[in-house]
């Protein structure tokens, strides 16, 4: 064998043998956990055949029979979808909100008797292959060991090297000498390590395409990896396509469900349920399928297919019965999905063990054994390798790298950085390897110098630096995965939004039902009234127009922005001038947002008045505030949040500038948010705030928001934005004591529960009594004064430290300890930045005014900023926001 064969023959041999050593544990455990789930699917049909298979009885009940009976029993859970059997011996299941959120996603089900309309029980539905709750755990466990976003970084660690072992391992076994045969299958002859390797090479040469398999399939489920995947998927338009159907308006008591993720349709539209299967079976839908009943008002029904076995049946029709009889308004069909999206369909539940049925689930269970058995002999050999008298085998020797040729050394390099950038946790790994290698290597010189002979020689230059740019190159992937962000979609999906990015242009603006994030920054602007040029004061046409240009301008850079991508360049801008652009150069988006405000006295001094919508108007100074005018209204409000600061600080100076000439900037306040993974954020008195919000997307949200009762039609879909500079009286909110800071908010501080009792979002029980007899929650705590406000907050903190100047806040002389030690010459200023969203601003005006009345926690906020903002409805892709105001 030549040099050159033989130096990559070392070098992947060490990489094979310290991938295996390292990373088999993890593969291990996969395989283990796979194993479980393949042989979970015919325990589990074993477990519920008692409800979901019935004795074929006569003529089936109606749909709406069938819903009625599980109604009747479940009276207060909503129906959301419908399983209609499939089979003459199959259950029907009838999806319902049972009011329970479950970590997993999984919905609760109802089984129905079709013949006789008698309710087998309930379960719950994971996920894409209707998984129960045996499966469910499995799989969760498969995936995260049930640990939550942490342990996903075991199965993408498994995943991401199993392809590289898988390979390497062909490429040795194919490149091997033998004498004898047993290439194809094992031919176990002689002793010891020769013996193990002959089961152990067969072997893995007829698993390697069903670990390459797995591998890849598996790595759409992953944290970091996956989301490279889903970019490439988008750019290559391979992803899945699916049809959607418009909500209703919010109807009755439905909404309060918000925390539960759904809401129930009306009574009317399970009665229309039969006329729907009937139009989708003509439609072409075969085979089970889920029927997605509409909620509130909303006429339309999803109807889809759910067989992903052979043959699939994944079409989708949207069902309408607006006109009173079922028509089907829209059709996809699984034969006109992109290639692409077909084979990852198919790839994907193949890799779940429903592609083929049972014969399916007994190919992964053998591949999980033979694998099992892989990692197994692979130990063995390791330990057959030992030195005499030592516990554990030697490694390959090192320098197959230093032993190529520089131009090979660059392909290795380069081959390495997209591997390390594409799956970032092997970038890593490989990357902490190939350093500590490295590291004991050299120790290992300076404690014994080579001698003469030696067949490892000292550590070169040349050496050093080849070893050190691998190392660099293969931890491409850390930045990668220290700066995105995602979720958990368990096997319900596998599409990925672009890490970082959130949409500017759509139906409604960013930065109302966007996740909060981690900063933000509100700046408050003033139209021009002269010209700049020649300081002439400006007609009520000239304001429009710089209104128009300056909403058109922010809109651009704006969307460039928050997509990642450079701004247009603004008009003042000189090809040697500071570029505000700079500021974030390099960085992620940051899931950046920026929303516009048009406050009451805007309309009037463009001239449209007639446009202004009905229920802005300014304000009115609250009982117990203290508003300054330097932080207080505006004709525009611009609201710019992201995950990082310097991301917002750069969209706010490329936003400033383009309002040289058109408007002056007012007021600007800057603030923060902090929350642990899926709770809610504290404010700087300690306690949680936005509790009560509704869940984002929810029927109840879109009621508390979106304004869409006798508006101008230019606003329809917008929305009323009040703000407020809230500063917090901290050293006296210091000295109470923790029971008493509970009862001036009414909850528990360290939950966030009410103190009647139940959860963070349970809604406050005025009537239940404490041991002495008094309402658990005070009448004039904060939670009972405002609780039924129908808005949807979300605040910043902001803490400005101790002001040097005594007149910048206005209330200094107050400000100081109950025991009387004061800070009058330097006032604390810190608080809430409260912002809030709703659909008529009176709601807020009346949640204020009854704090003022009578809220214990005003004696700890004064209010010293203040103003109300229609925030019009979001812009068309290349429009802008505010667009449809100039032409109506």
């Known amino acids: 064998m030549s040099r050159l064969p033989a130096a990559l023959r070392q070098l992947l041999l060490r990489l094979h043998f310290y991938a295996g050593i390292l990373i088999a544990p993890f593969v291990l455990v996969s395989a283990l956990t796979g194993l479980a789930y393949a042989l979970s699917y015919p325990l589990e049909d074993y477990l519920y055949q008692d409800l979901k298979t019935v004795e074929p009885d006569g003529e089936a009940?109606?749909?709406?029979?069938?819903?009625?009976?599980?109604?009747?029993?479940?009276?207060?859970?909503?129906?959301?979808?419908?399983?209609?059997?499939?089979?003459?011996?199959?259950?029907?299941?009838?999806?319902?909100?049972?009011?329970?959120?479950?970590?997993?996603?999984?919905?609760?089900?109802?089984?129905?008797d079709p013949y006789t309309g008698e309710v087998l029980g309930d379960s719950t539905s994971y996920g894409s292959s209707q998984a129960?709750?045996?499966r469910e755990w499995v799989s969760t466990l498969h995936r995260n060991l049930h640990l939550g976003e942490p342990g996903r970084l075991y199965s993408e660690l498994a995943a991401s090297w199993l392809w590289v072992v898988a390979l390497g391992g062909l490429v040795l076994w194919i490149a091997r000498r033998r004498r004898n045969g047993g290439f194809w299958r094992p031919k176990p002859e002689g002793r010891g390590r020769g013996r193990t390797l002959a089961w152990h090479g067969p072997v893995g040469l007829w698993l390697v395409a069903v670990l390459l398999f797995l591998s890849v399939t598996g790595l759409t489920w992953s944290r970091y990896a996956g989301e490279n995947v889903s970019e490439l998927r988008a750019a290559l338009s391979w992803t899945t396509p699916a049809l959607a159907v418009e909500q209703g308006a919010a109807a009755g008591d439905h909404a309060e469900h918000q925390h539960s993720g759904g809401t129930g349709s009306s009574v009317f539209g399970v009665t229309l349920l039969d006329g729907v299967y009937g139009a989708a079976l003509d439609a072409g839908m075969s085979g089970p399928v889920q029927i997605a009943l509409p909620t509130g008002s909303g006429t339309e029904y999803l109807v889809t297919g759910q067989q992903r076995s052979l043959p699939l049946q994944q079409d989708q029709v949207v069902v309408d019965t607006a006109s009173g009889a079922p028509v089907v308004t829209e059709e996809l069909r699984f034969a006109d999905w992109p290639v692409m999206a077909q084979a990852t369909n198919v790839a994907i539940a193949l890799h779940m063990g429903i592609l083929f049925g049972l014969a399916n689930q007994i190919l992964l269970a053998a591949a999980m054994v033979a694998l099992v058995c892989m990692i197994v002999w692979g130990y063995r050999m390791w330990w057959l390798r030992r030195p005499r008298g030592s516990l554990v085998g030697r490694p390959y020797p090192r320098g197959g790298l230093r032993r190529l040729p520089w131009p090979l050394i660059a392909v290795v390099v380069a081959v390495a950085a997209g591997v390390g950038w594409f799956f970032p946790l092997l970038g890593i790994s490989l990357a902490v390897f190939v350093v500590a290698d490295v590291a004991v290597g050299l120790w290992k010189r300076v404690e014994r110098p080579p001698a003469d002979g030696d067949d490892e020689p000292s550590v070169t230059r040349r050496t050093a630096l080849a070893t050190a740019t691998l190392a660099a190159a293969v931890g491409a992937g850390a930045g990668k995965a220290l700066g995105s962000g995602g979720h958990d979609e368990g096997e319900a999906g596998h599409e990925h939004a672009a890490p970082g990015v959130e949409p500017f242009f759509g139906e409604r603006q960013a930065g109302i039902a966007t996740a909060v994030q981690g900063h933000a920054l509100f700046a408050a602007f003033d139209l021009a009234a002269t010209d700049l040029a020649s300081g002439e004061a400006l007609d009520a046409a000239a304001v429009a127009a710089n209104l128009e240009a300056l909403l058109r301008d922010w809109s651009a850079v704006s969307a460039a922005l928050a997509a990642g991508e450079a701004p247009p360049k603004a008009a003042i801008d000189g090809a040697d001038q500071f570029d505000a652009e700079a500021v974030a150069a390099g960085l992620d988006p940051a899931r950046l947002t920026v929303t516009f405000g048009i406050g009451p006295a805007a309309f009037a001094k463009a001239g449209l008045e007639a446009a202004r919508p009905s229920k802005?108007?300014?304000?009115?100074?609250?009982?117990?505030?203290?508003?300054?005018?330097?932080?207080?209204?505006?004709?525009?409000?611009?609201?710019?949040?992201?995950d990082d600061r310097q991301v917002v600080s750069g969209a706010f100076l490329e936003l400033r500038k383009r309002a040289v000439g058109r408007g002056t900037l007012l007021w600007m306040q800057e603030g923060f948010s902090s929350a642990p993974s899926g709770g809610t954020p504290r404010n700087l008195m300690g306690f949680k705030d936005g509790s009560a919000n509704p869940e984002s997307g929810s029927e109840l949200f879109d009621e508390r928001v979106w304004a869409v009762d006798s508006e101008p039609s230019w606003f329809e879909g917008g929305t009323y934005q009040v703000f407020r500079k809230i500063r917090m009286r901290l050293p006296d909110w210091s000295m109470l004591t923790a029971e008493d800071q509970n009862l001036t908010f009414g909850r528990e501080r360290d939950s966030g529960a009410p103190l009647s009792g139940g959860g963070e979002f349970d809604h406050p029980d005025f009537e239940v009594m404490d041991a002495s007899g008094l309402p658990a929650v005070p009448a004039d705590s904060h939670v009972a004064v405002v609780h039924d406000a129908a808005m949807v907050r979300r605040g910043f903190n902001y803490d400005y430290g101790f002001l040097t100047q005594g007149d910048v806040s206005s209330d200094a002389a107050g400000d100081g300890h109950l025991d009387g030690h004061m800070h009058a010459a330097h006032p604390y200023d810190a608080g809430l930045l409260f912002v809030s969203f709703q659909a008529d601003p009176q709601v807020f005006i009346d949640a204020q005014e009854k704090m003022a009345a009578g809220d214990r926690l005003t004696e700890f906020i004064t209010a010293e900023g203040s103003g109300v903002y229609a925030v019009p409805p979001g812009a068309a892709d290349g429009g802008f926001v505010g667009e449809a105001l100039f032409r109506s």
């Not at 329970?100 to 999984?106: D, F, H, I, L």
């Not at 505030?625 to 004709?635: E, F, H, T």
Request: some cysteine; glycine content about 10%.
């Open 616 to 642: 802005l108007a300014e304000l009115p100074e609250f009982d117990g505030d203290r508003l300054n005018p330097a932080w207080s209204g505006g004709d525009l409000l611009v609201q710019v949040c992201g």
């Open 61 to 112: 009940l109606t749909l709406a029979d069938q819903v009625a009976a599980v109604t009747a029993a479940h009276p207060d859970w909503a129906v959301t979808a419908v399983r209609p059997a499939a089979g003459a011996a199959d259950s029907t299941g009838v999806l319902v909100d049972d009011g329970t959120v479950r970590e997993s996603g999984a919905v609760a089900v109802v089984y129905v």
């Open 132 to 134: 129960g709750p045996v």
